[in-house]
């Protein structure tokens, strides 16, 4: 409906969804990069870290948002959230899902080499930590945990800044592409209302932890009586399952914001 066509009748809260890009001081712009490391850390992702300190001054970024990023030796494009938040050396990381076929997923598996130059796009997208008002609900599906690990980061840099409880719920399909798991330990630590829980589809052998998909994980008091934020971020099943889920729910105070990673 639209707002001169309402009249309020009880106590209310407008949201204005404005575009990310009015939050940090610059649009995107295109900068020069190399390659420093590239960890294949299972068959299905890769951390990637680029220096891109040959910039003057701070990349503005907000963490969840993304970065388009072209393939070195060829002309294709990609994009991916970065998994770090913004640093005066502009020492900046990806975790990439690795596809049996792709032209990013060869060139990381194939021929990346500290060095490679590479192109970037950023900051891109609307999808970031707003203020923090209520408990936090972050659920990463696969590589979808990149852009938790730029927003964790900024918390743990200043955990005043969010002094309500944070659950990370992060879903994978194999133990194997269980990725940052000691950096995840580590916000436990920084972070005293931090706490988070993992979930595989296929158990391996040595597994002890819970199977099945990310939305086995939640309990009702996960969620503050409906009144929590709520962040997704990961495959188009994942999202819609999990939005599905809170739907189900009596959720009228809880805002649910959501990425979606296409393969590509």
């Not at 709520?230 to 495959?235: E, Q, S």
Request: aromatic share 10%; hydrophobic share 40%.
């Amino acid at each position: 409906m639209l707002t001169c066509q309402m009249r309020v009748a009880s106590d209310c809260a407008v949201k204005f969804d404005f575009d990310s890009t009015l939050c940090t001081s610059a649009g995107p712009e295109e900068i020069e990069a190399i390659v420093k490391e590239v960890e294949i850390v299972s068959e299905s992702a890769a951390i990637v870290h680029i220096d891109a300190g040959a910039r003057a001054g701070q990349l503005d970024f907000l963490p969840g948002q993304y970065a388009h990023v072209q393939v070195p030796g060829t002309d294709e494009w990609r994009s991916y959230s970065f998994a770090c938040k913004p640093n005066d050396g502009n020492q900046l990381q990806f975790l990439i899902r690795l596809l049996p076929q792709g032209v990013m997923s060869d060139y990381l598996r194939d021929r990346a080499q500290p060095g490679d130059k590479l192109r970037l796009k950023a900051p891109l997208g609307a999808f970031y930590l707003h203020k923090v008002t209520r408990p936090l609900i972050l659920v990463a599906g696969g590589t979808g945990l990149a852009a938790f690990l730029g927003m964790l980061d900024e918390m743990a840099a200043d955990p005043a800044r969010c002094p309500l409880p944070v659950t990370l719920f992060y879903g994978v399909t194999q133990v194997v592409d269980l990725c940052e798991m000691e950096r995840i330990q580590k916000y436990a630590e920084q972070l005293p209302n931090f706490s988070y829980h993992s979930i595989v589809m296929k158990a391996s052998e040595g597994w002890q932890g819970p199977v099945g998909v990310v939305t086995d994980l939640f309990e009702e008091h996960h969620f503050n009586g409906g009144e929590v934020d709520a962040y997704l971020c990961g495959p188009p099943p994942m999202v819609d399952a999990v939005k599905g889920w809170l739907d189900q729910r009596e959720m009228d105070n809880s805002d649910v914001h959501y990425e979606k990673f296409s393969a590509s």
